[in-house]
């Protein structure tokens, strides 16, 4: 019988994916990007809907929140995994009630109205079969799948309408979003790229070679210079670990510090992130949001005698709060930080918000 | 506008010093003041014009003394201000002290050579508002005696007030001027010292301002055994290099030391006097550690007072006795501008520093470190976390030096400090130089937690000696700083070092900032040996030194 098989098969490929996962975050910067953890985490959630045994959209729901429950908890700081999975459970949702036949609108509680009159969504159990739901699921994922794939172009080809010519961009540590947006911008555009390191992990070095391989013009700073030469910066374009419910930013530490001397001088702060890194999370939980590495990075064991007395932080996050910035340009164009909770609420269902 | 003003109470200086002379002015005097006014317009320009053809033959010469002599001959016919002369507002800059006698008034108005044109409107102007100023003045001599005294002395504290300080630009901002360029060559052949070359790419921000490499010192270039300098002077100028005399108060401090014992090897040569030929002698040794590594502020004023002490040794005093009297004058000023100083504004500072007090301090300073090392003598409860930065990482220092003394610590990269902050209930920072226009000068990211520090709203303490201000203006971190040897951001992780071959990538550039200027705005409190002030007293702390000097 295939389908003992393909359930071991199963099992195996989602264990191996979250031990992927538990190494992959381990502080050294991420070693895979996070669009290729939506992609993996995408093809998973299709291969389990296609294997594993369901009979109703309630079901699979179930499977695919136990599974991701399990994915959240091997690598909390890897947002992307839970939005992948909150976007399927939209997506089945979606297909449950096209299938059912409702109209869409009856779905989305936006009236104050409909919450406190119809309590119509909690009776609304998915138990029901419907046999094409299994393919038009998968269709909708593949859907997503290629979306996916196509986030870096999106976002690369607006990068012409916001670099003029004899500009100085500045950006810190590495991200590909930023780095392909610049890289598509200097096809026809002459400008200058002011790097900030981003130490301990100095992820900025890379940034700065590619970029200087690709011809622009890029100098490397250390992070202490940030304010200093901020004043000379017209533009300050950068990548983000996730982007929160509130229109904050939770990005690679230093950001915080660069948006701050971005704001000082009036410089406009663009964020350049895909969808798929759009979280419900908010700020306030303070125990999960930051995460700390060896503390190796920032005083080596060689400093010896001192080590033992001393507290050293190392954490890799900052959160930066949306009054820094002043536009997010994604895959599906430019917004606000305003508009942010807008898009979370088309892309996400206010119950998938808790896992 | 401080020209015209320059020139006004200088016109009103002359006008009063003639009625001192010819006693109660009649109009007759107004008449031939006025007539001499529109006539000097014309043999102004005139002037001016030889003066411009005299210093184009004066800069190669540098012979202060003939421009001086010229523009002495044009003071003695004529009226209003003499011609610009860049080198003799040096001379004014030597003798900072005591009030100019009204003759020489007219030598420190000197703009640079570019503002000729300019400056023969401002001469225009100067000479109606004289006119107007005769006028008045005589109304008010017709009062009495004390007018033309009152004016006379009015003139006096005005000029001395408003006497305008116009400095040549300093060379090591100028790289990219290349007359600048060759006229340093030229310099430092004539005293014998090797040249350091510029190394590596320099970001196009940054073109005017020198960047050397540590792996070529300049004494690598120096013959052995070299006569020129005193090898105290060279091991001083390989110290610096290398950054292990490194620190405003260290570099200083070394530097000081380092004269002594050049003071105490001196030997006048016969027919010359100590006094000149010993700054002479210093000359080179400058040239050669401002080769080495630019000189500080702190530096910079600590030379000034050397030299004015060694130009006030009368010249009959005995070589063995003017000899003493310099190493004391140098060991009393270390003892009071650095030593004294930090015991005095430790005081100060240790009543702002409380019990349960989380201190944030970056870097190291060695004031600083004094402070908090003298808090926990007095029994204070507090924790200090110390920030640190690439590629320097100065902070480790601190931190040793701290843990040492049983202070508890925490240590994080100055990326960290958003996240650190919210913790923090002060700030302690540690100066280079302040600045006349409240600017603190500082080592590079003091700005930025500065910046954070104010976003959190919490209080900065910024701790400076006084002989560390500076009568300079700097609004950002470009034009004025220093430039480190730019292969100190490589770095090797993992086994792998991404930035190993940035030379041969044409686009990319590696910049190592030294210093960076922190807005007053930022600063909330400044303790300084006088006691604790706002930013903005800076220029008025400056204006107290010079006058008791």
Known sequence: MPGPDKETDLTE??????????RGGSGAGPLRGSAETARETTALLRKITAQARWSSAGDLMEIIRKEGRRMTAAQPSETTVGNMIRRVLKIIREEYARSRGSSEEADQQESLHKLLTSGGLCEENFRQHFAPLKANVIEAINELLTELEGTTDNISMQALEHIHSNEVIMTIGRSRTVEAFLRDAARKRKFHVIVAECAPFCQGHEMATNLSKAGIETTVIADAAIFAVMSRVNKVIIGTQTVLANGGLRAVNGTHTLALAAKHHSTPLIVCAPMFKLSPQFPNEEDTFHKFVSPHEVLPFTEGEILSKVNVHCPVFDYVPPELITLFISNIGGHAPSYIYRLMSELYHPEDHEL | MCNSCAFYHFAAVFLSLNHLLHGYEKKGDIERAKSEGKELTKEEKQRLRKEKKQQKKSKEKKDDKVIQESGKETRGDSSAASPPQPSSQSTAQKAP????????????EAPTPADKPAKSKAELKAERRARQEAERASKQSKKGDPGPQGAVSKSKAATNELQPVVKRLPEHIQVDNPDVLKKLAKKLERQQIPLRLDYGYKVSLFSHLHQYSRKAPLTQQLSIPSTVIHPAIVRLGLQYSQGIVAGSNARSVALLHAFKQVIRDYTTPPNEELSRDLVNRLKP????????????????????????????IPSQCKEEEAKHKLLKCIECYIKDKIILAATAIAESSIEKISDGDVILIYGCSSLVNHILCEALEKNRKFRVIVVDSRPRLEGREALRRLVQRGISCTYVLISAVSYILPEVSKVFLGAHALLANGYVMSRVGTSQIALVAKAFNV?????????????RVQTDSFVSNELDDPDDLIVTRNGHTQLENWQQEPSLGLLNLVYDVTPPDFVDLVITELGMIPCTSVPVVLRVKNVDQ
């Open chain 2, 97 to 108: 002290s005591a009030v100019p006698p009204p003759v020489s008034v007219p030598a420190p």
């Open chain 2, 285 to 312: 040794y400058i040239s050669f550690l401002n080769q080495c590594r630019p000189l500080s502020a702190s530096m910079g004023n600590a030379i000034k007072y050397v030299k004015k002490e060694i130009s006030n």
């Open chain 2, 459 to 471: 209080p900065v303490l910024v701790c400076c000696e006084t002989y560390k201000f500076c009568e």
């Open chain 1, 13 to 22: 490929r989602v264990e191996a994916f979250l031990s992927d996962l538990k």
